[in-house]
């Protein structure tokens, strides 16, 4: 059965500082990671990571691929208030087109 | 519209009632996701449609859960002899082709059953 899970569960930091967030997976046939942003209901799209040590990066946002050890990270630099929100990775397969989500890391940023 | 949308946003019904949830994805958009999502915990899985077929229903928890898409946009999702257990946010995502990973999620529906 396919798993994903994330750390830290939960994690608050101030204004200014680098934050890491974790996934791990275990996927019979990996296709692809995804990360979203969650803050109210709707999980925005963030990242979609296909390929080892390929860095996507979006402003003070990026995540890299390790899929020997099966993980990936998602970083965010200089954290701001409105980073603040839970963030989710989710695993698709290739057999078939449903994708396992992990429980998400609450990140809250203070100021 | 823009994005996919949800109604309603808001559902409170009580144990043992039927309940429906509608999901309108983004035009021209093909694939169609429901979830379902627990405080605290992240999205699970339900049911995948491509065009108008269910191409994965393998998330459905059981036969009280069923969904539609008749015409290959709107879905329904419906819940008969809803339970106390089934008090979740029901999540709906929708992507441009099977196999575009990227998914756009709707708003979600939070029922609640008492």
């Known amino acids: 059965e396919d798993k994903v899970v994330q750390s830290p569960l939960s994690l608050v930091v101030h204004e200014g500082d680098t934050v890491t967030l974790n996934c791990s997976y275990e996927?019979?046939?990996?296709?692809?990671l995804l990360w979203y942003k969650q803050e109210k209901k709707a999980p925005t799209f963030l990242f979609m990571l296909?390929?080892?040590?390929i860095e996507k990066k979006s402003g003070r946002l990026s995540s890299i691929l390790d899929k020997k050890e099966l993980f990936s990270i998602l970083n965010i630099t200089a954290t701001q208030t409105g980073d603040s929100a839970v963030y989710l990775c989710?695993?698709?397969?290739?057999?078939?087109?449903?994708?396992?989500f992990g429980p998400g890391t609450r990140l809250s940023v203070l100021p | 519209g823009a994005g996919v949308s949800q109604t309603p946003s808001n559902k409170v019904t009580e144990k043992g009632k039927y309940v429906e949830l509608r999901c309108d994805p983004i035009?021209?958009?093909?694939?169609l996701y429901w979830y379902r999502q627990s405080l605290g915990q992240g999205p699970e899985f339900l049911i995948y449609?491509?065009?108008?077929?269910?191409?994965?229903d393998s998330g459905l928890p059981n036969d009280r859960f069923f969904a539609v898409r008749p015409e290959g946009s709107v879905s329904t999702l419906k819940i008969q002899r809803t339970e106390r257990g089934d008090s979740a946010v029901y999540l709906c995502?929708?992507?441009?082709?099977?196999?575009?990973?990227?998914?756009?999620f709707g708003p979600g529906t939070r029922l609640t059953v008492l």
């Open positions: 995502a929708s992507s441009y082709l099977a196999g575009t990973d990227t998914q756009y």
């Open positions: 996927v019979t046939n990996f296709r692809s």
């Open positions: 296909t390929s080892s040590g």
């Open positions: 989710a695993v698709g397969d290739n057999y078939g087109q449903n994708f396992v």
């Open positions: 035009s021209g958009h093909t694939a």
């Open positions: 449609f491509q065009g108008t077929g269910a191409a994965d």
